[in-house]
């Protein structure tokens, strides 16, 4: 039976929004994903989850599309809850979701694993900070939080305190990052296939929340203009950081690629966007994989897994 002709008898929750500062964004994303189940012909129910595992046993799913961002559906929480519910589910399971969502654990592991990624400290809202202890320019960002969402850009160790106290608004620890100078680009990884490189150009001055989602305030560049042995580097690392966070069914893993260099990996992301303006749909556009196609994907690797 093909997997079209089974997701059509099958009962599909697509659970969205929730509760975390992603929400606005978790939205759009199950409106994406449900206007096309409905037109691959599946019998679909949307549930705006507030974390309650009986708004899930009131819709008596057969599979549960996670299209929830951040806390609550990205690290680990919900997959946890729908494996003692016994209900299959999209994407990566418990111990991957909750480690990729820090990215503090999450380069420990891409160390360990030989793989670049940019110098980081990591520090707690009660710490005594030393600005002098730390390269500027940098990055500041929550240590687990999406989308850009609490990240400041600091150059110089003035404003190092304001930039901490705005991430420590979303998490107890923040990660200082040095800032890298290069092309922004993004890897996604369906199955064990790593789709093509999109490089991301904002017109702010980094990815921050604006350029991520608000239509036209960034460009996504396909190939993109980067040398072919970084492009290659870039796909084979995206694959090998996946396998070794135990990331199964999709993911994205951004990186920053410095001029006559190698990639640097930035973070991995376990429920990638899936809005009009998200980098996992363009990657798989260029790919020959249309939306409705990449939603069907996900749903088969997933009931695989």
């Not at 409106?31 to 189940?37: D, F, K, N, P, T």
């Not at 299209?67 to 399971?93: F, R, W």
């Not at 990215?103 to 110098?119: D, E, R, W």
């Amino acid at each position: 039976m093909s997997m079209i002709n089974k997701i059509k008898k099958m009962k599909i929750a697509v659970l969205f929004g929730g509760t975390s500062s992603e929400r606005e964004i978790s939205i759009l994303t199950g409106r994406a994903v449900i206007s096309a189940l409905k037109r691959l012909g599946a019998k679909v129910v949307g549930i705006d989850f507030d974390g309650s595992p009986f708004m899930i046993k009131k819709a008596k799913p057969d599979f549960v599309f996670i299209a929830l961002h951040g806390t609550l559906g990205e690290d680990g929480c919900v997959q946890g809850m729908l494996n003692l519910m016994k209900i299959p589910y999209s994407g990566s399971g418990v111990e991957a979701s909750a480690l990729c969502m820090n990215k503090a654990l999450t380069k420990v592991i891409f160390k360990s694993n030989n793989l670049p990624t940019p110098k980081w400290k990591e520090v707690c809202a009660e710490d005594k900070i030393n600005n002098n202890t730390f390269t500027y320019p940098c990055f500041v960002k929550p240590a687990s939080q999406g989308s850009a969402i609490g990240m400041s850009l600091v150059k110089n160790k003035k404003d190092l305190g304001s930039a901490l106290k705005t991430a420590f608004k979303y998490d107890k620890k923040a990660l200082v990052e040095d800032y890298i100078k290069g092309t922004e680009i993004t890897v996604g990884v369906l199955g064990d296939n790593v789709l093509p490189a999109v490089e991301i150009v904002p017109k702010s001055e980094f990815y921050d929340f604006k350029s991520k989602y608000k239509k036209g305030c960034s460009n996504h560049i396909i190939p993109p203009r980067i040398s072919n042995k970084a492009r290659l580097l870039a796909q084979r690392y995206a694959l090998k950081a996946c396998k070794c966070s135990g990331c199964e069914v999709v993911a994205r893993v951004d990186m920053i690629v410095p001029k006559n260099s190698i990639p640097q990996i930035l973070e991995i992301n376990t429920v990638p966007g899936m809005t009009e303006t998200s980098l996992l749909p363009d990657a798989a556009r260029a790919a020959g994989i249309g939306f409705d196609e990449l939603v069907l994907k996900i749903i088969e690797y997933s009931l695989k897994k």
